[in-house]
């Protein structure tokens, strides 16, 4: 029984120092429709395009999956992941369904708008999508504060900001957080304006992760041993609060 016990504590060990190594990070909306699945796919893209595998899972059914499944020829692995564009996507299959957990470093989770259960998750870095409409402002401004209570690193990202508007900013929030989208039609396209936005933010919440330690984004390149360092510019978007 001691024997027993002692290698159940050394699996638990592996398991916490495999889970401290990884990095995820949680998107969510201030309200349903605000534009989070749009925006994660364009960061899977992105970070792909950089050469860092990433899981994009669906943590609340947007429909993403099963439609991506339904209208492409996107193909399910024994993992129950969509291959598409080179994408790896986990739909949303609810609690009953029980999978293999794949192996990813990076690891991004779609919320939609259950901001309150992503940040209770405690991810290493926050993406929070808010729609800058006039009307909606307030459910922006009310989860931009709940997010910076939490002390998570996190990032702003505003869809429909008119470049001539002014939004508010909560009481300990800085400025530096928040982040004009660009208009793209097309997520699976990262365009070099959207590689420059997407450079901005990542760059933002990675600053301070896992208890004040940069991360530095050196990853294992598809099919090759060997890491590679990313090194992400300092670059500030047009339109950038």
């Known amino acids: 029984m001691e024997q027993l016990g002692q ?17 995820t990070i949680a998107l969510s909306g201030s309200k349903s429709g605000a534009g989070t699945t ?15 595998p990433n899981l994009l899972e669906e943590k609340q059914d947007s429909f993403m999956g099963a439609g991506l499944f339904k209208f492409t020829k996107a193909k399910r692995d ?32 779609d919320w939609g708008e259950n901001l309150s259960q992503a940040l209770s998750m405690e991810p290493d870095a926050v993406i929070l999508v808010c729609d800058a409409s006039i009307w909606n402002q307030i459910h922006a401004f009310e989860s ?4 910076t209570r939490s002390g998570i690193p996190y990032a702003v990202i505003y869809n429909h900001w008119a470049i001539d508007k002014k939004i508010r900013i909560p009481k300990g929030a800085q400025a530096s957080v928040f982040f004009r989208a660009p208009f793209f039609s097309d997520p699976f396209t ?7 936005f997407y450079q901005a933010v990542t760059n933002e919440i990675l600053k301070e992760t896992q208890g004040g330690r940069r991360w530095d984004l050196s990853v294992i390149r598809w099919g090759k041993n060997v890491m590679k360092k990313l090194r992400i510019k300092e670059h500030c978007p047009p339109g950038k609060g």
Do not use: C
């Open 7 to 23: 290698l159940k504590e050394t699996e638990t060990d592996a398991k916490k120092r495999l889970q401290s190594s990884s990095l």
């Open 38 to 52: 749009h925006i994660g796919i364009g960061l899977s893209v992105y970070l792909k395009n950089q050469g860092i």
């Open 78 to 109: 024994s993992y129950g992941l969509l291959h598409y564009r080179n994408l790896v996507i986990k739909p949303y299959y609810g609690a009953g369904v029980k999978l293999k957990e794949p192996s990813f470093r990076v690891h991004l989770m």
């Open 144 to 147: 931009t504060e709940e997010v």
């Open 190 to 196: 990262v365009s070099n304006e959207l590689e420059t």
